[in-house]
């Protein structure tokens, strides 16, 4: 199975200040159909997952464009340019390349 | 507006079953895969299993296959995951979640229900 890691595992900030979340799988996500298979997750406290991000740098319907995904092959980053006290929670990234769906461990981001 | 509701969670032994249900609507279900996302107690998320639109295709994480069964009725809109030989590293929270075709062969989630609880323990 591919491995994903994230970086930092806990990120804490200040509100109206811009957060950058690293995460890399142990194969590249590209396939030769020419797509990245690499997503992006939140988890807020007492909540289930919700898309961010799919396929790298699309934002899913009704997110806010604060939140942008870049990336390429193995490393991938998801950014959010200022941050809200409601972008609390945990953030996954996910791969789909191989049919045995990996996550990362996650990030926890807090507010300072 | 898509809408997944779980059912089925519990306390169950270990080497006990669970059948668990997730409701459907808001969309053409038999149009999309669908899937099972655990997570256990304080852990991060792990995907379970998957079964394509027509229920014809299936995929299991190694760590269930051979236990766990994913099965769908198109026609009550409703997806199942039947699950034996429970352990207790089978404990989490089970979330259903809707798949969007992805490129030619995959897909990724893109909503999630609120989960049902499984605990594994005597």
């Known amino acids: 199975d591919i491995v994903m890691t994230q970086t930092p595992l806990s990120l804490s900030v200040t509100p109206g200040q811009p957060a950058s979340i690293s995460c890399k799988s142990s194969?590249?996500?590209?396939?030769?159909?020419?797509?990245?298979?690499l997503y992006w997750y939140l988890q807020k406290p007492g909540q289930s997952p919700q898309l961010l991000i799919y396929?790298?740098?699309n934002r899913f319907s009704g997110v806010p464009d604060r939140f942008s995904g870049s990336g390429s092959g193995t490393d991938f980053t998801l950014k959010i340019s200022r941050v809200e006290a409601e972008d609390v929670g945990v953030y996954y990234c996910m791969q789909s390349i191989q049919l045995s769906f990996t996550f990362g461990p996650g990030t926890k981001v807090d507010i300072k | 507006e898509v809408q997944l509701l779980e059912s089925g969670g519990g306390l169950v032994q270990p080497g006990g079953s669970l059948r668990l249900s997730c409701a459907a609507s808001?969309?053409?279900?038999?149009?999309?895969?669908m899937s099972w996302v655990r997570q256990a107690p304080g852990k991060g998320l792990e995907w379970v299993s998957a079964i394509s639109g027509s229920g014809g295709s299936t995929y299991y994480a190694d760590s269930v296959k051979g236990r766990f069964t994913i099965s769908r009725d198109n026609s009550k809109n409703t997806l199942c995951l039947q699950m034996n030989g429970l352990r207790a590293e089978d404990t989490a929270v089970y979330y259903c979640?809707?798949?969007?075709?992805?490129?030619?062969?995959?897909?990724?989630?893109?909503?999630w229900g609120q989960g049902t609880l499984v605990t594994v323990s005597s």
């Open positions: 194969q590249s996500l590209l396939h030769t159909d020419g797509e990245t298979y």
């Open positions: 808001g969309f053409t279900f038999s149009s999309y895969a």
């Open positions: 979640a809707k798949a969007r075709y992805s490129g030619y062969y995959t897909y990724y989630f893109d909503y």
């Open positions: 396929e790298v740098s």
